[in-house]
C-alpha cells in the first residue's frame, strides 16, 4: 500500500499544469488551507466529483474504558466526516476489479 502525500500532490500539479515546483507547493498549501479554514467555520466543503466534508458535534456521552470495562465519560467534541461522491465511490469500486 502507497500513501500520497502533499509532495507527491505538488509534483503531480507540477507536471499536468507546468508551473515551478515552488508554485505548485503554494497552490497544493493554499488549497488545503482554504479547506481547513471552512472546516474551523463550521461549513460544509463541497468538492464536486470527489465528496464533502463536514464538521459534525457529537454530544457528551457515556462510553466504557474498553481495558478495564469501567464507565467513561466522553466530553462533547467537533468532529470531521467526510462522504464520497457516487463518481469517486465507483471508481474506487470498479479498480477492484468486482
Known amino acids: 500500500m502507497q500513501t500520497l502525500t502533499r509532495a507527491d ?12 515546483r515552488q508554485e ?29 466534508f463536514q464538521v459534525r458535534e457529537k454530544r457528551a456521552r457515556m462510553g466504557r474504558n474498553p481495558k478495564t470495562g469501567e464507565p467513561a465519560a466522553i466530553n462533547p467534541r467537533r468532529v470531521i466526516s467526510f462522504r ?14 468486482s
Open 9 to 20: 500532490l505538488c509534483e503531480a500539479v507540477h507536471e499536468e499544469v507546468g508551473l515551478s
Open 24 to 52: 505548485c507547493a503554494r497552490l497544493v498549501e493554499r488549497t488545503l488551507d482554504l479547506i481547513v479554514e471552512a472546516l474551523e467555520k463550521g461549513e460544509t466543503v463541497k468538492l464536486s466529483g470527489f465528496g464533502v
Open 84 to 97: 464520497a461522491s457516487q463518481i469517486m465511490k465507483a471508481r474506487v469500486h470498479g479498480a477492484n476489479g
